[in-house]
Structures are given as C-alpha cells and as structure tokens.
C-alpha cells in the first residue's frame, strides 16, 4: 500500500558486501514491479523492473526476485559501493489499474560504510 | 529521448501566500503526468494525474489544484499556502496508457521541487 506517514527502515552495509532490500506488495493481481533509487534531494531514479511471468531478472550489479506465491519483491546489490547509499523504493501496477498509476513501497533507506 | 523539467528547484513562501509548480516533459506526445508530495523521510503521496489536456483526477483531499493547460504542461497550484503544504513535489511521466506493452507503467520523475511554507 502506499507509503505516507511511515518511517522508512533502514539498511547498513559495508562497502564491498552485498545489499539485499525487501518489499512486500499487497495487490495478487499486479503483474509489473519497478525498483526506483532516490538520492538525497533529488527525483527517484528508475533502477530495474520485472513482470509477473518472470522471477529473477538482472541488471548491472542489480537483480531483482519476484516471489508472487508470498507477494515479495527484492533487490541485490553486488558489491555495494558508496554511490549506492540512497533511499530505495519498490512499486508496483496495483492489478494493472488504468492511467499508469503505481503503488509505492514504504521505501529503505541503504547507507554504505566505506 | 525524454526529458522532464520542473521549477523552481526550491522556494520559500509565506503562510497565506498563492503557490504556482511547473512541470514540462519534452520528447513524448500525450504522457500520462502526475504529481507527488514527499514529506521528509517518507515516502511518495500521489496528489494528482491527468491522462489529457485539461483533464484531472485528485487522489487526496487537499489545499492544492492541478491543471494541464498543454499536453507536456502540467502545473500544481494553491491559493493559500498551509504549513503543511511544505514538502518535496515530484512530478512524473508515463508513457500513454495503451493495452500491453512492456514499461508502460513505469513512471520517470522530474528533479523536484522543494517548497518550504513559513
């Protein structure tokens, strides 16, 4: 469901590990899903999305999994850098609902320790 | 390739005061276009979206107003600013609303703009 009014939880790593971000989504009837970065004062940045008929798609440094039995999502970082730290925020089509409106995970806040 | 602009980047306004956002979004015809609020720390409140000109759907009762007055124009207004107006606006595109198509629904977001209401 959307995310208003809620502390966002938070994530610590250290430089070199990987990341792992969790999302649980609501909707069994949404069939597209999109990871979006967000840095510090600036617009959410698009990081890598995955429909319903797969279950692992991977991007540069990045994968994501898609769980639809548990409705779960997630996103690995391999071998998080500090460029990585930023807000993370999963969103999905919420069953295919007109206009292209998604809903929005709670977001994660990642900090990376060098 | 698309681009989407808003402005002011930041601004401070008094209580009371009237309030004009502007977003543009180049390289696209007839984009799906909505408007968020972001609260410090929080996460992304929907306001508004408008699939045409001159059409506007509101998510959330709320001091503000939205109108598309051209097709890659889409601007958030207010009268009279509250203190809880203050937050990070987003603006964000889609590509037209089509049956199927890969990435359809994913939305691309403008830089924002941060408004603080004293």
């Known amino acids: 469901g959307e995310s208003v009014g809620l502390h966002l939880p938070t994530l610590s790593v250290q430089e070199g590990d990987n990341s792992i971000i969790n999302c649980a989504y609501s909707n069994s009837a949404s069939d597209y899903f999109i990871w979006y970065k967000q840095e510090s004062g600036k617009g959410p940045q698009f990081i890598i999305d995955i429909r319903s008929n797969m279950d692992k798609r991977q991007g540069q440094r990045v994968t994501v999994l898609l769980n639809k039995t548990v409705k779960h999502l997630s996103l690995q970082i391999a071998a998080t850098q500090p460029g990585d730290s930023a807000v993370y925020f999963c969103?999905?089509?919420?069953?295919?609902?007109?206009?292209?409106?998604?809903?929005f995970g709670q977001g994660t806040i990642l900090t990376v320790h060098p | 390739s698309q681009t989407i602009h808003q402005w002011p980047a930041t601004l401070v306004q008094p209580v009371g005061s009237p309030l004009s956002l502007e977003c543009t979004v180049e390289g696209t015809s007839n984009p799906n276009l909505y408007w968020y609020r972001q609260a410090a720390g929080r996460g992304l409140q929907l306001l508004f979206y408008?699939?045409?000109?001159?059409?506007i759907s509101s998510e959330v009762p709320q001091n503000l107003s939205a109108s598309r007055p051209q097709d890659r124009q889409f601007i958030l207004s207010s009268k009279k600013l509250l203190l809880s107006d203050s937050g990070f606006y987003l603006c964000?595109?889609?590509?037209?609303?089509?049956?199927?198509?890969?990435?359809?629904?994913?939305?691309?977001f403008g830089p924002g703009t941060r408004l603080l209401v004293l």
């Open positions: 969103a999905d089509n919420a069953g295919g609902t007109s206009y292209g409106k998604l809903t």
């Open positions: 408008s699939v045409g000109i001159g059409q």
């Open positions: 964000a595109w889609t590509l037209p609303s089509l049956a199927g198509g890969w990435g359809r629904e994913t939305q691309y």
